[in-house]
């Protein structure tokens, strides 16, 4: 099974700071990495995918990169509906998730 | 606006089979996508269940024993049948519905409401 890593679990930071999120692959994924957003009771949902293709309707303050085995998602200007978890996911080798990171109020 | 909506029984009972359908609207089933669902329990996170497209079913290898799913062309929905169902098998379950860009691997684009699903005598 390929792991996902992400860290930190947990962020606090203010609105308007900028916010950079780590996921790392126990093995190579090449570029098949989505990332989600979700909020308390609600489903995730698709940020990103290809690692740095924002899906449709998604802020361009949301953005991707990596390839092979490390990931950023970085959100350059937190809004107050940015406070959420984050999980990565690799559709490489089948699909697994990342524990989450927890972006809260400072 | 593709839009899917789980629906089952949000009790179980330990041994029994946990049965869930997804309705899906804005689009057909027979459409070249992954039909997915995929779970979430406090104690293992999001947990990708298996996907069943045009080219038959994937199961994720722990539960791949007691796992099947189908599509019903004429409701427009797909479904999820899980086995043997014991405490660690509460949830919430989620439908989805996964996409395909250069890899031709799917990540999930749409997304259920979710269900919560409980086992427990």
């Known amino acids: 099974e390929t792991v996902m890593t992400q860290s930190p679990a947990t962020l606090s930071v203010s609105p308007g700071e900028r916010v950079t999120l780590s996921c790392r692959a126990s093995?190579?994924?090449?570029?098949?990495v989505a990332w989600y957003q979700q909020k308390p009771g609600q489903a995730p949902r698709l940020l990103i995918y290809?690692?740095?293709n924002r899906a449709t309707g998604i802020p361009a303050r949301f953005s991707g990169s990596g390839s092979g085995t490390e990931f950023t998602l970085t959100i350059s200007s937190l809004q107050s509906e940015d406070f959420a978890t984050y999980y990565c996911q690799q559709y490489s080798h089948w699909r697994t998730f990342g524990q989450g990171t927890k972006v809260e109020v400072k | 606006q593709v839009q899917l909506q789980e629906s089952g029984p949000g009790l179980v009972t330990p041994s029994g089979t946990l049965s869930l359908t997804c309705a899906v609207s804005?689009?057909?089933?027979?459409?070249?996508?992954?039909w997915s669902w995929v779970r979430q329990s406090p104690g293992k996170g999001l947990e990708w269940i298996g996907e069943i497209s045009l080219s038959g079913a994937d199961y994720n290898a722990p539960l791949k024993s007691r796992v099947t799913m189908s599509v019903d062309k004429s409701k427009n929905q797909f479904s999820l049948d899980l086995t043997s169902v014991t405490a660690a098998d509460t949830a919430v379950y989620y439908c989805a519905r996964g996409s395909s860009f250069n890899s031709g691997f799917p990540y999930f684009d749409s997304w259920g409401r979710g269900t919560l699903v409980i086992v427990s005598s």
């Open positions: 093995q190579s994924v090449s570029i098949n």
């Open positions: 804005g689009v057909s089933v027979t459409s070249p996508k992954y």
């Open positions: 290809g690692a740095s």
